[in-house]
């Protein structure tokens, strides 16, 4: 026995969402109803759902992460300039403390060891957590740059050598 399809005072909003381009989970949400009612009720009108929209919808959602994490990662990046830049900064050192609570400071020309120590590794942080979002372009990039360079390099040194011999071979000959 198949199982029935949600009651028809369901079937008009269920057209109705479903024209407007609504997948199935979203149908349910609107109509607070679990989704297979709502895929079995969908059947029985004739209705069907275009998986190519929502395959759409679902990349164009991940291009959208991706470019906030990229936007997150470079505000990231630019918090660890701005905390390295502090170190070499004037700092002002401040405490509250002794039996009357009082406040005291000094101004220091940069930030003092303790505070560098601090500031450093705030920033690496900073940076390692922008790379967890964004990772740096691969060696294997650079790798492949240096490896054509390096066997261009041994083919100049080849001909080089190539001439030389041939110069001296001319030489000998006269």
Do not use: C
């Not at 989970?25 to 109509?31: C, D």
């Amino acid at each position: 026995m198949m199982p029935q399809p949600l009651p028809e005072e369901f079937h008009d909003r269920i057209r109705e969402l479903h024209d407007l381009g609504y997948g199935r989970n979203r149908i349910a949400r609107e109509i607070d109803k679990p989704p297979v009612m709502v895929s079995r009720t969908a059947e029985f009108l004739g209705l069907t759902f275009d998986r190519s929209k929502i395959q759409a919808a679902t990349e164009a959602r991940l291009a959208d992460m991706a470019e906030r994490r990229s936007i997150l990662a470079e505000d990231l990046l630019s918090d660890a300039e701005r905390l390295r830049r502090q170190l070499w900064e004037e700092t002002t050192v401040y405490s509250f403390g002794g039996k009357e609570n009082s406040y005291e400071e000094h101004v220091f020309d940069e930030a003092p060891a303790s505070e560098k120590r601090a500031l450093m590794s705030t920033a690496a942080m900073a940076v390692d957590r922008s790379l967890k979002l964004v990772p740096a372009v691969e060696a294997s990039n650079l790798d492949s740059a240096k490896s054509m360079l390096g066997s261009l390099g041994e083919a100049l040194v080849a001909f080089t050598r190539t001439e030389d011999e041939q110069a001296v071979e001319g030489d000998g000959e006269a």
